[in-house]
């Protein structure tokens, strides 16, 4: 019940398209989905997150759709560049009171992007 | 921008020895986390640090590990005695409040021979 499901595990996109990837969770009491960006060699790093209480956030070329009632959350990146090759996890915690609010954080298994010219 | 550093970026041992993994997390930052990453796999948590004591660890994080935030900025992870397995990626992360975001150092790359 603690797995977050992601989906592709690759995905090859051309430059300009619109790149998306799935997560899917089980835990209801998760609540903060945050998605991070990794380049070879690096740490992730935050993209972008988003709460229950809203279905969709954006932030440039960067949009989280959230279904609450599938326990569903993707990740659009429109207009895709080569600079955007990297990999993406998803990621969900819950802040409630049993966890004591110390948040660590379900990863998904990556999908490895790459953005042809 | 404040950031997260860990040190050193490689270390190589020996099976059974002792590492000792450090990191600076951001500075305003009370929360704090080791996850690790088996090369070409998913990142995996370790062990979360309040209050100087361990609110949560994993089944992972058994009694070859430990934690310890010995000054005012360093946070440190301690292997006692190291397996092949334990070669990975080990990140640190920290974070400011309790909904807040988690931000990650660049990483340890821990190779046991």
């Known amino acids: 019940q603690q797995q977050v499901k992601q989906s592709p595990q690759s995905l090859i996109v051309q430059k300009g398209g619109i790149s998306i990837i799935n997560c899917a969770y089980e835990n209801t009491a998760f609540d903060y989905f945050p998605w991070y960006q990794q380049f070879p060699g690096k740490g992730p790093a935050l993209l972008i997150a988003?709460?229950?209480?809203?279905s969709e956030k954006k932030e440039g070329r960067f949009t989280i759709s959230f279904n609450k009632s599938a326990k569903q959350f993707s990740l659009h990146i429109m207009d895709s560049q080569p600079g955007d090759s990297a990999t993406y996890f998803c990621?969900?915690?819950?802040?409630?009171?049993?966890?004591?609010?110390?948040?660590?954080?379900?990863f998904g298994a990556g999908t490895r992007l790459a953005v042809h010219p | 921008e404040p950031e997260v550093t860990q040190t050193p970026s490689h270390q190589v041992t020996q099976m059974g020895q002792e590492v000792i993994l450090r990191c600076v997390p951001i500075?305003?930052?009370?929360?704090f986390y080791w996850y690790r990453q088996i090369l070409g796999q998913k990142v995996e948590f370790l062990v979360s640090?309040?209050?100087?004591?361990?609110?949560?660890k994993s089944e992972i994080f058994d009694d070859q590990f430990s934690v310890e935030r010995p000054d005012g900025s360093n946070f440190t992870l301690k292997i006692r005695s190291t397996k092949l397995e334990d070669s990975a990626m080990y990140f640190c992360?920290?974070?400011?409040?309790?909904?807040?975001?988690?931000?990650f150092g660049p990483g340890t790359r821990l190779t046991v021979l």
């Open positions: 500075s305003n930052h009370l929360y």
């Open positions: 640090f309040y209050n100087n004591e361990i609110s949560e």
């Open positions: 990621a969900a915690s819950e802040s409630g009171l049993i966890s004591g609010g110390y948040n660590k954080l379900i």
């Open positions: 988003i709460r229950p209480d809203v």
């Open positions: 992360a920290s974070r400011h409040k309790p909904r807040f975001a988690q931000y």
